[in-house]
């Protein structure tokens, strides 16, 4: 992996800056941990039978950014990018049609689109999407769920990486 290039939030910073800081560092974290990899290598699953690859997280996270900003907040009209009704967990799969290139261009592009939604948005508004039992989110609900996201998923990129080439490391 490259030099770590990840900020931390300042640990007296205001609670919006707080979250958005740590979500960045989070994002960043899971960037680092694909770094200097292959496709194939991005494609390759840590022990079987599990089909988790480094490339399916990002392709997954896309589609949670999609989700919770663009699609909860925001209350855009649109469909998921990997997943559907019928493939559930299509976002964590890969093909032989799918390449990195594109899977880092569809997740840049819904950071840029949940950067806009937030900062759109102050902490305490409310979602246009509302939760199963008829609940809108706040957006601060949404920036530390996707904080939580992120670092769960960070742990497992930790032992994908750590198993396609040793590298550890936070």
Not at 104 to 127: I, K, N, P, Y
């Amino acid at each position: 992996m490259t030099t770590d290039k990840r900020t931390e939030p300042e640990t007296t910073a205001a609670e919006r800056e707080m979250l958005t800081g740590f979500l960045e560092y989070h994002r960043d974290t899971l960037l680092m941990k694909c770094e200097g990899l292959t496709d194939a290598q991005l494609r390759t699953p840590s022990v079987t039978p599990s089909t988790l690859t480094l490339m399916g997280l990002v392709r997954h996270v896309a589609d949670v950014e999609r989700w919770w900003f663009r699609m909860v907040m925001a209350g855009e009209e649109i469909e998921p990018l990997y997943y559907s009704d019928e493939d559930p967990d299509g976002d964590f799969r890969t093909t032989g049609e799918t390449t990195w290139e594109a899977t880092l261009a569809d997740w840049r592009a819904e950071v840029a689109a949940a950067r806009e939604v937030t900062a759109a948005h102050g902490l305490d508004d409310l979602s246009v999407r509302k939760s199963r039992r008829g609940e809108p989110f706040n957006l601060r609900w949404i920036l530390t769920h996707m904080i939580e996201e992120y670092a769960r998923h960070n742990g497992h990129a930790d032992l994908l990486r750590e198993a396609i080439d040793g590298v550890t490391g936070e």
